[in-house]
Nanobody, 115 residues
Framework: QVQLVESGGGSVQPGGSLTVSCVASGFMFNMYAMSWYRQAPGKQRELVALIDSVGKNTRYTDSVKGRFTISRDNDKNTVYLQMDSLKPEDTAVYYC????????WGQGTQVTVSS
């Protein structure tokens, strides 16, 4: 059974930093690219960042380039999203998934950026 468990969200002021994590189980983690998505209230879920199976190639949506960094630890079946220079528009529930949404979504982790 595939499980995706996100954690590390919280409330932070604009300009602050936060790192969210996702522990995956039930599939061959080191064989898949991993992605982070987010969904803000009233909006569709959007792809934020993607990392290949070995952690060498990454891609980001334009709005987070230069501020967010995706990484992974295949020994720990974990993917991370480091978020710097956070803006109020980054407020959303953040989810991880294999590839571009291969499996059922986890519960996500809430990130709130507000002064």
């Amino acid at each position: 059974q595939v499980q995706l468990v996100e954690s590390g969200g919280g409330s932070v002021q604009p300009g602050g930093s936060l790192t969210v994590s996702c522990v995956a189980s039930g599939f061959m983690f080191n064989m898949y690219a991993m992605s982070w998505y987010r969904q803000a209230p009233g909006k569709q879920r959007e792809l934020v960042a993607l990392i290949d199976s070995v952690g060498k190639n990454t891609r980001y949506t334009d709005s987070v380039k230069g501020r967010f960094t995706i990484s992974r630890d295949n020994d720990k079946n974990t993917v991370y999203l480091q978020m710097d220079s956070l803006k109020p528009e980054d407020t959303a529930v953040y989810y991880c998934n294999a590839d571009r949404g291969l499996y059922a979504w986890g519960q996500g982790t809430q990130v709130t950026v507000s002064s």
